[in-house]
Every structure is written in structure tokens, then in C-alpha cells.
């Protein structure tokens, strides 16, 4: 079983719509990151969190410490939020990575 | 401000051979990941430097790969005798400190080098 495991794998939604991706995990961590990576590659952080709510524009990403569970919300969703949010947990040792949910958002 | 950057952004070779890859960090962050990344998998950790040190190779999955990072800036990844498996996007990160612990800061990705060995 993997340490990190996010839910759904793939996602299509309509402009507009509120999405949820999920992150669940099996270690003790210190921190949790969600990354967003578009074709091409390039990884961009967008949240880095220990506890309780972050919220940044259109995104919210949650964290419940007990529950070992993150969501990353968006609202409003837009074509060009389409691209794969990736969920990874660290904490003294390097960073453990989901494999993606890789979001498409049609006009 | 530049951001981390990596080169070359893509790299063909022939099963056998050696290969560098670089990585330039931002100016100033102490900390340096790089990762490895297969087709539809999420990126794997290989090895960090704190410094010039390695302070966690863990991840390096065999003696083929090697890492250095002399002056605490530039890094450069180097595989010997590349196999068909090492294809993969290699990425590299770095972050202001790696105080806390190597998952408890923030880090910013270079573009990847995409290496296919044929």
C-alpha cells in the first residue's frame, strides 16, 4: 500500500464547478504540500500545510491531523486550472509523493 | 529573480552510457532534492543536499548514480552505465533551508530533464 494515496486518479468537470481532490496518509508527518504540475512538467507549490485551512484565490486545502486526510478545493474551476495536483507528506525525512489526480476542466 | 533552472531539458542516449545533468537553484537556498519521475507515477525522491553535503542519498537506487553539489550551488546528477529503466524526467528543487526536516519546507521545482536511454 502506498503511503500517500489520492482519490479521484482522473477528474473532468465543467467550468464553474467546485472540485475536490483528495490525500490520504499513513505515516506521521510534519508537513503536507500540494503541487500542481502542467503538461510539460513543470511542478508549482501551492500550499504547504500542518494543520487546519490555507485558502489562496480560487484554492482551499485543507488537512485533518487525527484523520490523516487532505482535500484541496476549487472553486469556480477554469480550463486553465486543468493539470495534475499532486499530494506529497514530509516531515524530518524527504518528501513521499501521491501519484496525481490529473484534473481537465472543459469550457 | 530566476528560478531553478535545469540542463539539458531533454537528453537521448544509448543504453551503457554515462550522463550528467545539472541543476542550478535559486540564489541563496541552502537546500538542494532531486527526484525522479516515471510516466503517470508521482516524482521519487533520490537524494538532498544540505550544503555541500549529501545529507540523505537514501533514495539513489543503485551505485550507477552518483550526485555531487561542490560549492553549494550548482548540482550535478550522474549516471553510469545507463539502462533502459533509468528513462524518466529528473527533477530538481531546492528550498531556503531544509531546517525542520527535508518535507517541512517549501520547495521550487526546476522543469525536469526528460533522459531516454535507447
Known amino acids: 500500500k502506498n503511503e500517500v494515496e489520492q482519490s479521484p486518479q482522473n477528474l473532468t468537470a465543467q467550468e464553474g464547478e467546485f472540485i475536490t481532490i483528495n490525500c490520504s496518509y499513513s505515516?506521521?508527518?510534519?508537513?503536507l504540500h500540494w503541487l500542481q504540475q502542467h503538461p510539460g512538467g513543470g511542478i508549482v507549490s501551492l500550499f504547504m500545510?500542518?494543520?487546519g485551512k490555507k485558502k489562496h484565490g480560487r484554492l482551499i486545502a485543507t488537512i485533518n491531523i487525527q484523520e490523516k486526510h487532505s482535500s484541496l478545493h476549487i472553486t469556480a474551476s477554469h480550463p486553465r486550472d486543468s493539470a495534475v495536483y499532486i499530494c506529497a507528506v514530509g516531515r524530518d525525512t524527504p518528501l513521499v509523493f501521491g501519484k496525481g489526480t490529473r484534473l481537465s476542466v472543459i469550457a | 529573480g530566476a528560478g531553478v533552472s535545469q540542463t539539458p531539458s531533454n537528453k537521448v542516449t544509448e543504453k551503457g552510457k554515462y550522463v550528467e545533468l545539472r541543476c542550478d537553484p535559486i540564489s541563496g537556498h541552502t537546500a538542494l532534492y532531486w527526484y525522479r519521475q516515471s510516466l503517470g507515477q508521482g516524482p521519487e525522491f533520490l537524494i538532498y543536499f544540505q550544503g555541500t553535503g549529501a545529507a540523505d542519498d537514501s533514495g539513489l537506487p543503485n551505485d550507477r548514480f552518483f550526485a555531487v553539489r561542490p560549492e553549494g550551488s550548482v548540482s550535478t546528477l550522474k549516471i553510469q552505465r545507463t539502462e533502459r529503466g533509468d528513462s524518466a524526467v529528473y527533477l530538481c528543487a531546492s528550498s531556503l533551508t531544509a531546517s525542520g526536516g527535508a518535507g517541512y519546507n517549501e520547495q521550487f521545482f526546476g522543469p525536469g530533464t526528460r533522459l531516454t536511454v535507447l
Open positions: 500545510l500542518s494543520s
Open positions: 505515516v506521521g508527518i510534519s508537513a
